[in-house]
C-alpha cells in the first residue's frame, strides 16, 4: 500500500492550488485521511483532517480557505487551496491511517505518508 500525492506548485499570493493523494494496494478500509505540511525550519503540522468516521478538522490558520474532501470510491483526498499566502509555503504531505489487507483473512493497520509535494507561494 502507497500514498501518491501530486497537484503542488508556484503561485501567487491571492492564488489557488489543489492537491489530490491517491492511497493504493491491498486496502481493507481507511480509517482517515489527512494534509500535513512542514515549512522550513518548522515542525510538521496538521492542515486537515478527514476521518471516515467522524468531523472534519482544519487548523485553525486555513480554516475558511482550505477544504479538504475524498472521494471513497477511489481512495482519494483532494486539499483546494484558496487565498493562498506567502506563509502557506511549504511541503505538503499526504497522510492515512488504513486497515492493510496482509494475507487471506489477515490485515493490519498502517499509518502511510505520501511523498510530500512543495507548494511556494510568492507575495
Known amino acids: 500500500v502507497q500514498l501518491q500525492a501530486s497537484g503542488g506548485g508556484l503561485v501567487q499570493a491571492g492564488g489557488s492550488l489543489t492537491l489530490s493523494c491517491l492511497a493504493s494496494?491491498?486496502?481493507?478500509?481507511?480509517?482517515?485521511m489527512a494534509w500535513y505540511r512542514q515549512a522550513p525550519g518548522k515542525q510538521r503540522e496538521l492542515v486537515a483532517r478527514?476521518?471516515?468516521?467522524?468531523?472534519?478538522n482544519y487548523a485553525d490558520p486555513v480554516k475558511g480557505r482550505f477544504t479538504i474532501s475524498r472521494d471513497y470510491a477511489k481512495n482519494t483526498v483532494d486539499l483546494q487551496m484558496n487565498s493562498l499566502r506567502p506563509d502557506d509555503t511549504a511541503v505538503y504531505y499526504c497522510n492515512a491511517g488504513l486497515w492493510a489487507i496482509v494475507a487471506a483473512n489477515q490485515q493490519s493497520f498502517v499509518e502511510l505518508w505520501g511523498q510530500g509535494t512543495q507548494v511556494t507561494v510568492s507575495s
Open positions: 478527514a476521518p471516515t468516521d467522524g468531523a472534519i
Open positions: 494496494g491491498s486496502i481493507n478500509r481507511i480509517n482517515r
